[in-house]
């Protein structure tokens, strides 16, 4: 056998095993991971004032669905503080309108952005001006509840944990083909770098939060330094979730289901962009960018190479090594799709477009190789219609 033969089966073989691994993780997710449902008691007596924050830039399409599932929450006592960060359409009139007919639901106008913040980092530090609550949820425009009970139970977790700090996982709601294929696998290179299961381990050093719910403790905001701490941080959430995390505050990041959803992007060009940024701010490092483009690379592309060299150079009479390399290709690319199968099933992605795994592995390594050239010399990032330095440039 040649050597070429070799590396190629050795990485074949590998890849297969990696891939087989992920298998035996949703097999023990489904069976015996935690997941935060409606059913879960709650809310806690007597139940803490919560007070819930959320920003919204250009949000004239999700502001109101997303203010009226807040407010439909089945709890004892909270209030909804909804910030306008300067929106050039009628995000503004909306949550006017909204607050006129609903006294839990208190307005804020922004018209300017201080030097040295990120938008919604000053725009969540002016509601924290007007909250009340002993608990804050952070939230996005772009968040829907979907069950009344979603506050109730996430206090009542966040008693039962003692925790500082609750971050739950969204639900991605993905409407369009391009939603489908793209964002999945995107959420998945989220998991190189951010494994629930590390995170919520206070033995280990690994956090992580999701700024679409973070329901935190306010002596636990201000311990931290609430937003001042991560003014131009372009990513407030992982922020937050490393700082209650150093500090031993409590940090807990469960699995939600039937309890709110997010939409993020609908198109793209807007996927593109938008998890550029989240890359770029997530991964923070040029060296773990490339590597997760290094990984999403192999995982995604050796199985298909090795089955097309290895088929084709048997078939020309090039040796029994070409065959086990064929073999070990074909059978790295069975466990690769069927792993992706499922995992689509567990998201709520259609099922049956597990076959454009390499497309979207395609758009996610474009994306991975934007995200590496916002680290070069005078790149920006747009966030929110708002194009900032990056990080190494300012």
Sequence with gaps: MSVIAIICLVLAGGVGLVWASRHLRIS??????????ADYTGPPQPAPRVSIVVAAKDEEANIEACLLSLLSQQYPQFEVVACDDRSDDATGEIIQRLADVHERLTPVHITELPAGWKGK??????GMAEATGELILFTDADVR??????????VQLMHDRKAGLISMLPTLEMKGLWENIIQPVCAGIMMIWFNPNRVNDPNESDSYANGAFMLMR??????IGGHAAVRDALQEDLEFGRLVKEHGLGLTVPRGSGLYVVRMYTTLREI????????YGSFVT????????????VMGFMPYVAAA???SFWAAGMGDGWLAVGIAGTAATVLQLSVIWRFYGIVEARRGLFWTYPLASLVGMYILIAAALKHRRGATV???NTAYPSDKTA
């Design 286 to 297: 040029l060296r773990r960018t490339l590597i997760s483009l290094a990984v999403m690379m």
């Design 218 to 223: 306010r002596d636990v905001y201000d311990r």
């Design 382 to 384: 747009t966030w929110k």
């Design 309 to 311: 060299l290895g088929w």
């Design 272 to 279: 593109i962009r938008g998890w550029t940024r989240i890359f």
């Design 28 to 37: 023990r997710e489904r069976t015996g991971g935690f997941y935060l449902t």
């Design 121 to 126: 980092n000053n725009a969540m530090q002016r």
């Design 145 to 154: 509840m979907i069950s009344p009970r979603t506050l109730a139970v996430a």
